[in-house]
Structure formats: C-alpha cells, structure tokens
C-alpha cells in the first residue's frame, strides 16, 4: 500500500460529495422546469440524492465482492446519522422534534432496521429480500408525498419551496448536464473509495466490514452532515433531524433494497454484522422514540449523551479489530454492567416523563 492510496480514498470522498450535490442540483431544477411541485422534489429527489453515495459505494462494492463493506456502510451510516450528526446539531443548538416524526417516521425507521434484521438473518439479502425493501421504499415516498400534498400549507412545504428559487433553474441542457457529471462523479468516486477502503483493511488487518462502518459509512454521510449542520446553522432545526431519520430509512430500503436487486448473488451479510452491528443500529433507532417522545427537543444534554455512544462504540471496533487483550474485556463489562444498564433506565424514565406531559397537556386542553 501507497500514499496513492490514501489519496484515492480521500479523492473518492470529495468526488461522492459534489456527484450527490450536482446530481441533486441538476435533477430538482429540471423537475421544477416541467412543472413538479417543490415538496414533491424535497422528498424524492432530494432525499434519495443524499443517499446516492451509499447507493453508488454500497452497489459498486457487492459488484467488487466486498459484501461486508457494501453492508456494513449503510449500518455503520445509519449509527453515524443518528449518534454523531445529531449529537453535533444538538450541541449548536437543540433540536424540535415534529411530531409526525415521532407518530410515523421513527416506527418506520425502527420498523425498517427490524425488517433489515428478519431479512438477514439467513446471512443473505436475496434477490426477494431486496424486492421487499425496495417496495417499502416505493411504499413510504408516495406515502410522504400524499401527506405533504393533504398538508398544503405546511411549513415544510414553505422551507423547501425557498431551497429552489425559479431564478436558479438553468437551462435544459446545463441541468442534464449538471445530472451526467454528478453521476460520473458518484461512479468514479465509489469505485476509488472500494478500492482504497480494501486495500486499507488488508494493510491494517482490520476486517472489511469494519473499514465499511467506519471510513466508508462516514465519508458517504459526509452529504448528511453538512445538510443537518447547515440547517441548524440557519435555525432549520426540524429539518436538520427529518434529515437524519429519512436519510436512514432510505438507506435500509431504497439503498440496501436496489443494491441487492442489482447484484448478481445478492448480498452476503457476516456472522459478525449479525451478532452485534445490526443489533446496535437496531438499538439506536428504539432509543430514538422516548429521547424525542419526551419533550418533543433533543436537549444538548441528550446531544452529548449521543456523541458518547458513538464514541464508545467506535472504540469498542478498534479495540475488537486487534488481538483479544484485557482492555478489550474491561470495556465489554463496563458497557453490559453499568452503561447499558443505565441508559436502559434512562429511556424509561424519559419516556414515562413524555407520556406525563402529554397527559398534562391533554389535560390543560380538554
């Protein structure tokens, strides 16, 4: 391995960043020439083009036979997403949960992860599996946009007709070839980020689906990062988490759903994927109902609380990469005996709070 290589890999994160962003900008300009409404834009263009990197890195490497980095990018994004990103935005500034969110979009993204689980647990997402996904990514975006359709005087209608002034619609031909270049972009920038992240994992010793959890799941969530900041930054603070809970049910069945579709043997998924990675995404979709069940705000407190799982858990694949030693096993037992404990309690206590305060609202209303 080279110092060519870790360029690749950092060439390849840059190239799947602006491909998403051109291929996004291309795609709602020409929509909006023909006539589509801004809503409808936001929540399928939009929304499946800041997912275009996991797709392009997730299919490209089932191609290269590199399921482990194909499977554990979207599971290792989804725990990036929820842990880091808004664990960041929250310490800006604490974020408003809608709740929509809470009644419909968090049941469906831990509805998501399980089905995710169900599926592969067979060790394989085949060719019906990756029907199922992809049906429930069909079945959720026309649901999105039927809702936001009944809700024409939404605010968020209003924020993302503001995202495309007319003004900045462009030509047909400067739109589609906004569209070609994002899409060379994305295949040339997914294939140098496969090719590195194998080779980094091989000199390291690291397994593939750990390079897949860590450098490629964060580097395709790079797209994520700077919509949720930016959001916060401008005090968009309900945009920056529908950001994050969208990206990651369209990851689970739009990107896993057509990246199996379109592999020849489907996708193989590790023992190890399935006996702890999956089950930590899965975790952190549930905790994700009480936190923004209780209060409807994710507190900075709450925010930080986040950043510290994901560290932790970002530790615990470090020191699992390399030889059993004691710390290993000291962190394991800190984790089952005290933290998990802990945090178990504290969903509870935080959801027995939220039910409290709506009942007292319901109360004060009635």
Known sequence: MTILTFLMLGAGLILLVFGADYLVKGASNLALSLGVSPIVIGLTIVAYGTSMPEFTVSTMAAYAGSADISIGNVVGSNIFNVL???GVSAL????????QLIRIDVPVMIGASL????????GLLGKIDALVLTAGAIG???FQIYQSRKEKNSTLGSEIEAEFPKAQQGSLWVNIGWIIAGLVLLIIGSNWLVSSATDIARFLGASELVIGLTIVAIGTSLPEVATSVAATLKGERDIAV????GSNIFNILSVLGLSGLVSPHGIRISDAALAFDIPVMVAVAIACFPIFFAGKTITRVRG?????YYVAYTLYLILATGPENDMLGSFQAAMWYFALPLTGLMLIWLMI??????NKQQADNG
Do not use: K
């Open 140 to 142: 959720y975006t026309w």
């Open 92 to 99: 800006i500034s604490p974020l408003i949960v809608h709740t």
């Open 84 to 86: 880091f990103i808004l």
């Open 353 to 358: 709070g939220g039910v409290r305060q709506q």
């Open 242 to 245: 529908g950001n994050v809970i």
């Open 304 to 308: 930080a609380l986040f950043l510290l």
């Open 115 to 122: 089905l995710l689980f169900a599926l592969g647990v067979d």
